[in-house]
């Protein structure tokens, strides 16, 4: 599926986006390993949360839905999945795999996890060290480092896991082990990641600590079904806030946005670029959310580095094209994570960026961008990265001339919906062809 793009001159209007990627994960996680019965609203009905769903079904979870965005989940309790008779497919989602290997270590099963050709590429071995000396049996291509990954679940001990690195997801697959642990399991890192999965288990009714960068959880809790609304992701939200920044005459309002400040780093990074943004704020289910309205502004260059980036980390490449249409250089670095996504986000957009004009410059753990150069609108690939490609889709909206994306299904892993939100938003040229 080829993705084209003509500039336009105005964008207006209020929206809603997908449902947030990472907390519809974890709730349908959690709701499958708790008592009782467990509603989620906004579900994201994306590729990967869809895989999430699916594993859980093999798992002999009873699962209603999605329809419309709902789901209902009838959970089987802390021990009570079942040995899956064939293979688990997470797909191309790093977070469906890394955190059901939390899960599945604690089972009294056998169990199998595969994914596409993509996610099999992706490292593992940070959850599986910290998941085998708490005890699991899980082995691998390349000695677990690489799926697929066959785990012999069994009885686990706590640990205190010191992270490497912030990673959310690697923080999050130590907590749901730490569920099948008697006593107290805690990591700590060195800089804070994202917290979904501390306040959807405190929403399910675990006890959880936080000290500093240490978060802390008291293992065999009796988690109870509940009901969720999932807020709108931030991360698809950074696409239309800067397709409104820098397309002429854009006023565009992006209403229930998920606030959570672990993930508002491209608020702040777009507000010291001169971005015009007006946010606010109200709550759901431990989780912040609001509204976010943007207009058309005239950027200006930035430096990012340290304990930002976790905040920002999947909002990166659609910043790069932000720094392309800006004024002056903007450099970001510490931010090697990202070789390791869906692609090596930092080679693509350095990749396909160049093509459309733009002075980019790749560096070992960033990249560095000359903005205020015109862009012309060429033939560009997605790579199979949903998030490159639609940032690249935001590039060619205010690019001369035409942009045409290979292989831009990709966007259906996280925002189905892509293109009829630029229409709602008064896109009079269509998107897909």
Same mark, same amino acid.
């Given at each position: 599926m080829e993705?084209?793009?003509?500039?336009?001159r105005s964008l207006r209007g209020s929206?809603?986006?997908?449902?947030?990627k990472s907390i519809s994960h974890r709730a349908l996680m959690l709701g499958a390993i708790a008592d009782g019965v467990t509603t989620l609203e906004n579900f994201l009905e994306g590729e990967d949360c869809l895989a999430t769903l699916a594993c859980f079904r093999k798992l002999g979870v009873d699962i209603e839905g999605p329809q419309s965005g709902r789901v209902i989940v009838r959970g089987r309790g802390l021990h009570g999945l079942l040995e899956p008779s064939a293979v688990l497919d997470a797909k191309n989602s790093g977070t469906t795999m890394r955190l059901l290997l939390g899960i599945l270590s604690g089972q009294p099963f056998f169990s199998v996890l595969t994914g596409d050709e993509s996610l099999r590429r992706r490292p593992m071995g940070r959850v599986v060290r910290p998941l085998r000396s708490m005890g699991a049996r899980i082995i691998g291509r390349r000695g677990g480092e690489l799926a697929p990954l066959a785990v012999q679940g069994g009885r686990l001990q706590p640990v205190e896991f010191n992270s490497p690195v912030p990673s959310a997801q690697v923080k999050s697959a130590v907590l749901?082990? *730490?569920?099948?642990?008697?006593?107290?399991?805690?990591?700590?890192? #060195? &800089?804070?990641?994202?917290d979904h999965t501390e306040r959807m288990l405190a929403h399910f009714g675990a006890e959880v600590r936080r000290s500093g960068l240490t978060v802390s959880v008291t293992g065999e809790p009796s988690l109870k079904g509940t009901y969720i609304r999932v807020p709108g992701d931030i991360s698809s939200a950074a696409f239309l806030m800067v397709a409104a920044c820098i397309v002429p005459d854009a006023a565009v309002k992006i209403s229930g946005v998920g606030l959570n400040p672990t993930r508002t780093g491209v608020l702040e990074v777009l507000q010291a670029m001169g971005a015009g943004i007006e946010v606010t704020l109200s709550n759901t289910s431990g989780e912040p959310y609001g509204d976010i309205t943007v207009y058309a502004s005239e950027l200006r260059?930035?430096?990012? *580095?340290?304990?930002?980036?976790?905040?920002?980390?999947?909002?990166? #490449? &659609?910043?790069?094209v932000a720094a392309a249409y800006a004024s002056g250089k903007s450099v970001i670095r510490d931010a090697g994570e990202l070789k390791y996504k869906e692609s090596n986000r930092l080679a693509t957009m350095t990749a396909e960026l160049s093509r459309l004009g733009a002075e980019v410059e790749e560096l070992p753990d960033g990249?560095?961008?000359?903005?205020?150069?015109r862009l012309r609108g060429t033939r560009l690939k997605s790579h199979g990265d949903?998030?490159?490609?639609?940032?690249?889709?935001?590039?060619?909206?205010?690019?001369?001339?035409?942009?045409?994306?290979?292989d831009a299904g990709a966007v259906n892993v996280s925002y189905p919906g892509f293109a009829e939100t630029f229409r709602q938003l008064r896109e009079r040229q269509p998107l897909w062809k």
């Open positions: 993705l084209r793009i003509k500039p336009i929206v809603n986006v997908p449902g947030d749901l082990a *730490g569920l099948y642990a008697p006593g107290e399991t805690s990591v700590t890192e #060195p &800089v804070q990641s994202r260059g930035f430096e990012i *580095g340290g304990e930002l980036i976790p905040r920002l980390i999947d909002e990166v #490449p &659609v910043l790069t990249l560095i961008i000359r903005g205020g150069k949903h998030r490159v490609a639609m940032a690249l889709a935001v590039a060619g909206l205010a690019a001369d001339g035409e942009t045409v994306i290979s």
